[in-house]
């Protein structure tokens, strides 16, 4: 009951009841702000942040997805949301996928050429920076490979938001 409570709390008081608004500030030519642009974007943003509009399943407002990504961060200690494009992001072209943080396994590590390497299911070039997510799927007809038995799809690091608070230096994972 209290763990529920302390995730209750956090979308509560993280994500809010409204979740994410936009205040756009566009400026005119004289430095002053554009208020017809400003209302446009801002409707636009509105419209966007619909189910059919921003998540790729068409089930959840982007305040939704926003607080089941805050739960995931504070129970998981991370959460991952996939930015998806073209034509099967709907609409706008553009939306958003949770990603269950299990599918990225902690136990995949490997060590690649150039001094790359993938630590947790993650690839990080020589310098640490993610370049990929390696994540498992169970649908045959994904782009992907097999490893240790195991099916994964890599996703560039571009595509993928992953929210963790890193607790120490070096830290790849929350």
């Not at 509560?12 to 002053?32: E, K, M, S, W, Y």
């Not at 269950?100 to 630590?119: K, T």
């Not at 890599?154 to 830290?171: E, K």
């Amino acid at each position: 009951a209290y763990a529920r409570g302390f995730l209750r709390m956090c979308r509560q008081n993280i994500v809010g009841a409204q979740g994410v608004q936009l205040q756009a500030t566009p400026r005119g030519r004289d430095g002053a702000i554009d208020r017809p642009a400003a209302d446009a974007i801002e409707a636009a943003w509105r419209e966007w942040s619909r189910p059919a509009n921003c998540d790729i399943t068409g089930r959840q407002s982007l305040r939704e997805i926003t607080a089941q990504a805050v739960t995931s961060a504070a129970r998981d200690g991370e959460a991952f949301l996939l930015v998806v494009e073209g034509r099967d992001a709907g609409p706008w072209g553009v939306a958003l996928q949770l990603i269950d943080p299990q599918r990225c396994p902690v136990d995949f590590d490997e060590d690649l050429a150039g001094g790359a390497f993938i630590r947790h299911g993650v690839e990080f070039n020589k310098y640490g920076r993610p370049v990929a997510y390696h994540f498992t799927t169970t649908r045959a007809e994904d782009e992907a490979y097999r490893v240790g038995g195991r099916t994964f799809e890599r996703v560039p690091a571009s595509r993928v938001f992953h929210l963790f608070r890193a607790d120490m230096v070096g830290q790849k994972r929350g």
